[in-house]
């Protein structure tokens, strides 16, 4: 069919408005073909996310990106042992359901990527992250989160509170009646958080299995989730919780008057929450975006604004890593992105740890 010259004028008009809104979608620095990912995501209209993040601290990011691009989010928050279990289920059956798994369990991430199950991507915004922060072009930290303490202040008062990891295991010890059934931290074989928390604890420093014995000196009791631990301590149940989410903490303490958070002076770890794309994922291009965003400064900016520290040091909105070093006194220790995250994957280590474990517990 011949066009007018009329149509053919309005048909190229639109074409190159076309193009000029596709253009703007295109984020400065970006290379000019990205035009091309960023079409072909909207195309797909949809990105799945299997994660372990809470809702609430990811919903600024979620919101942010679909009202830039117009995408929906399918977010599926399974846990961190749900998101890892779902994606290799899925993948052997070869009905892969998501497009990226975002979760806190750094060492099950790494699992993930070492198996095959990660798709190699050069993400634009890599330049902007620190070096320990990414991983082969699969693996990408997109928070810095501190691991530390929460403790009821009508039980505890800050003054009294351990400053260090000596103080504590001290504390522990010499405090042991008091105490005894009202001391709380993570259950490694029930939380992939937690397992990961307490593993590498045992590498970075060498008290961890000094601090693990005088845990069961006061009989600790075991959790699943950080948010488990957070109601009881506010509760008076329990009058401290070691090796928690901080970053949560950070935040539940301005709601919480008798809730207080510490971090060690001496030593911070800090775990990521790492972000990777699957192999054979029912939406490929819209995973890449959305794993763009997160990564810029607008998409860190947004989840820093829900309560996870960036780990940019560009962002102004929230915490970001340089910005949290100061807050816990220069101590921050981020945990890197590496083949090290594997060494206690294998079934012989893990069972090794769980009896040493259990064993230092009283258990």
């Known amino acids: 069919m011949k066009l007018t010259r009329r149509a053919f004028a309005l048909s190229c008009a639109a074409m190159a408005l076309a193009g000029t809104a596709l253009a703007q979608d295109v984020p400065a620095g970006y290379p000019a073909d990205y035009a091309a990912t960023v079409e072909a995501a909207k195309s797909q209209g ?3 996310i299997y994660t372990s993040t809470d809702i609430a601290q990811a919903q600024a990011l979620l919101d942010a990106f679909s ?5 929906a989010v399918e977010y599926n928050d399974l846990g961190t042992n749900g998101a890892y279990n779902r994606a290799i289920s899925e993948a052997a059956a070869s009905q892969m359901g998501a497009d990226i798994v975002w979760s806190s369990a750094m060492d099950l991430q790494m699992t993930l990527a070492a198996d095959g199950y990660a798709e190699s991507y050069a993400s634009p915004e890599k330049s902007a992250l620190p070096e320990w922060a990414v991983h082969q072009d699969q693996l990408y930290a997109t928070t810095v989160e501190p691991i530390g303490a929460i403790y009821n202040t009508g039980a505890i008062k800050p003054e009294a509170f351990p400053k260090t990891r000596a103080e504590l295991i001290a504390y522990l010890n010499d405090h042991q009646g008091e105490l005894k059934g009202k001391v ?6 029930k939380s992939g958080t937690g397992f990961l928390h307490h593993t590498n604890d045992l590498v970075a420093t060498d008290s961890f299995w000094d601090l693990a014995k005088a845990l069961g000196g006061v009989g600790v009791r075991t959790y699943s989730s950080s948010g488990s631990m957070k109601e009881t301590v506010v509760s008076g149940e329990n009058v401290m919780a070691i090796n928690i989410i ?16 510490a971090f060690g002076t001496d030593y911070t770890a800090a775990f990521s929450r790492l972000a990777l794309l ?8 819209a995973g890449k975006l959305f794993l763009d965003f997160m990564l810029s400064r607008e998409g860190q900016s947004a989840l820093a604004k829900g309560g996870l ?10 915490l970001n890593i340089d910005s949290l070093n100061d807050l816990v006194g220069g101590s921050l220790k981020p945990i890197a992105v590496d083949d090290h995250l594997l060494k206690f994957m294998s079934p012989q280590e ?3 740890f769980f009896r040493e474990w259990n064993a230092a517990l009283g258990k």
């Open 246 to 261: 901080g970053s949560y903490a950070l935040d539940w303490v301005k709601q919480s008057p008798n809730l207080a958070v």
């Open 309 to 318: 520290p960036s780990v940019r040091g560009d962002v102004t909105e929230g």
């Open 184 to 189: 709380a931290t993570f259950d490694p074989e």
């Open 67 to 71: 009202a830039k691009y117009g995408i």
């Open 46 to 48: 949809k990105v799945v």
């Open 278 to 285: 699957t192999k054979s994922a029912p939406h490929p291009e």
């Open 350 to 352: 893990r069972v090794g």
